[in-house]
């Protein structure tokens, strides 16, 4: 968990924030334009943090909206392909749904640590349906002029979250019981695909094998393989920067806008890049393989029985160096490693994960 809460620190913000800490209104549309209209019927998931003016000093103030942002890929899938954006193993992947948990701001004066704001709450949105122009979730206003560190959290969702409209009560109460951070539901489609679970935890019933094999392995047609994942990655993300210029600057009477963006396609990186994402490849036969009744449908169980060295896809293609989950143990493990890294800020610009800071 991140630590957000800072009992010494001088609060930025001169009382609390002045609307309900869970927005009365959970049926919120995703249209970002509430959060300029001042009114009560602008609340839903967008959190107007006030801070009274009076008393702050003669430096002047404006706002900040925060965004959450999803790389195009959750929302537009990823083609098969030769290119270096591409799956590059024949497989096409789409996401129905990219459930996350994220919030938990702790936003600080570069200048002071201990002139920090906290904006506390969580939201569980489906990314998948987040429009182009992102999803505001915070309105901070009254933050002095300067400029101000930027961390955010993808945490374990609790009963104290708030559901955005595009998330089901069942989704949002699975995520809930179960302590997720993510619930993906994602489909992979080829069509020569094929899936080729470990032998020794294959369970093929009536299925046929095709006649290759992976390793030792027989293989199996599937053209289609779906995979539903609910996964714990609680995660604090930041300081984060672009270009090595630290999170965000606030002008007197200006409105800054950030954006927390969700990356989409670390499940598929042959590895975990600790800066640039340009040397990765991304492969997807090995989720494939996982199906191991071949029902059709990748499960967390599935991914939970299959240590990383039963699957003879897991080659020298795969580096499994700064993980930030060791030791992979299973597929599951490896699965909720690779959404660890996921979050970065103002599109690719990037946040330590937990405190471990990238190698530029
Ligand atoms: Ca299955």
Same mark, same amino acid.
């Given at each position: ?7 010494? $620190? ?10 309900? %800490? ?5 049926? =919120? ?13 602008? @609340? ?7 801070? @009274? ?33 591409? !799956?590059? +193993? ?9 459930? /996350?948990? *994220? ?14 704001? +906290? ?25 002095? /002029? ?18 955005? /409209?595009? *998330? ?5 109460? +699975?995520?809930? =019981? ?5 619930? !993906? ?21 009536? @299925?046929?094998?095709?006649?290759? *094999? ?17 996964? /714990? ?15 965000? =600057?606030? %002008? ?38 996982? &199906? ?7 499960? $967390? ?13 897991? &080659? ?8 930030? !989950? %060791? ?34």
């Amino acid at each position: 968990m991140s630590n957000t809460s800072n009992p010494n $620190a001088t609060k930025e913000t001169m009382t609390r924030p002045t609307s309900p %800490t869970t927005p009365s209104t959970p049926d =919120a549309r995703m249209n970002p334009t509430p959060v300029w209209r001042p009114s009560a019927s602008a @609340a839903g998931s967008l959190l107007l943090l006030g801070a @009274a003016l009076t008393g702050c000093g003669a430096e002047g103030t404006g706002s900040l909206t925060v965004l959450l942002e999803a790389e195009d890929v959750i929302t537009s899938g990823i083609e098969a392909g030769d290119g270096p954006e591409n !799956i590059r +193993d024949g497989w096409t992947v789409t996401f129905d749904r990219y459930i /996350a948990a *994220v919030g938990a701001l702790d936003i600080h004066r570069a200048s002071n640590e201990d002139v920090d704001v +906290d904006a506390p709450e969580v939201f569980v949105v489906d990314v998948a349906q987040v429009p182009a122009t992102g999803l505001a979730l915070f309105q901070l206003d009254g933050l002095r /002029a300067g400029r101000w560190e930027f961390n955010y959290t993808t945490p374990a969702a609790d009963e104290g979250a708030t559901r955005h /409209a595009s *998330v089901s009560q069942a989704d949002y109460d +699975d995520m809930v =019981a179960n302590g997720w951070t993510y619930l !993906i539901d994602g489909t992979l489609r080829n069509p020569s695909g094929q899936s080729c679970p470990p032998v020794a935890l294959a369970t093929p019933g009536a @299925a046929v094998p095709n006649g290759n *094999v992976s390793g030792t392995s027989p293989c199996y047609d599937a053209t289609e393989v779906r995979f539903v994942v609910g996964a /714990a990655a609680d995660t604090h993300y930041g300081p984060c920067e672009v270009d090595e210029v630290p999170g965000f =600057a606030v %002008t007197s009477g200006g409105s800054t806008t950030v954006a927390m963006t969700l990356h989409g396609d670390h499940i598929f990186f042959n590895g975990f890049p600790e800066s640039t994402e340009g040397g990765v490849t991304r492969l997807a036969q090995w989720l494939a393989d996982c &199906d191991l009744n071949l029902d059709g449908t990748v499960t $967390a169980e599935e991914l939970q029985a299959i240590a990383p060295s039963q699957l003879a896809e897991l &080659d020298d293609r795969f580096q499994d160096g700064g993980s930030p !989950i %060791t030791p992979l143990d299973t597929m599951y493990t490896y699965f909720r490693a690779q959404l660890k890294t996921q979050g970065h800020f103002q599109g690719e610009g990037e946040c330590p994960v937990d405190g471990v800071g990238h190698v530029h």
